[in-house]
């Protein structure tokens, strides 16, 4: 099983990610950002672009990683990963529902005065890459992003609480 946590920067998904983890039975963290760094380090770069997911390959290699890993360990796999692109979320979705992978969609939810907030506190200066996320965060969460996942508000939770959350989503 894959246990996905979405929602745009500053929502907690790294830090509830670990947390999580802790409280699953034989689980492990996955951050598909890393398959995105692998595809950075390509030399000479690929095609230029803002955001290494509208790279084609990033796509059927997360679910072919995600794959392998389970064939490989069984469990669950904890995976914190923003996808705001509703066709990567399909693609993805889709490419690990033809594996028969399930996957259990959560959005770690907060209102954009919290989200800038917590942008703001983890650098002096706030990441303008992860302010540049939150309107189409926004936008996602408005068409079709809340639709498609269960969704946690973590404005008034600490991450402690959201895994708890989740955890018992699980179970249930």
């Known amino acids: 099983m894959i246990v996905w946590l979405n929602g745009t920067h500053g929502a907690g998904k790294t830090t509830t990610s670990a947390l999580v983890q802790q409280l699953i039975p034989d689980s492990r963290v996955f951050d598909a950002e890393k398959v995105g760094e692998t595809l950075m380090d390509i030399s000479p770069g690929l095609p230029a672009t803002d955001n290494f997911q509208h790279w084609p390959p990033w796509r059927p290699l997360v679910v072919e990683t995600a794959k392998r890993v389970l064939d490989y360990t069984g469990g669950t796999l904890v995976m914190p990963m923003t996808v705001l692109v509703e ?86």
């Open 87 to 172: 066709e990567y979320w399909r693609e993805i979705s889709g490419g690990l529902a033809q594996h028969g992978i399930p996957v259990r969609h959560f959005v770690i939810h907060a209102d954009q005065d919290t989200l800038y907030a917590r942008i703001a506190a983890d650098h002096p200066i706030p990441s303008p890459f992860r302010l540049g996320y939150l309107e189409p965060y926004a936008e996602a969460a408005r068409t079709w992003l809340h639709a498609e996942a269960e969704v946690i508000d973590t404005t008034h939770l600490t991450p402690a609480e959201v895994a708890q959350q989740i955890a018992e989503a699980l179970r249930n």
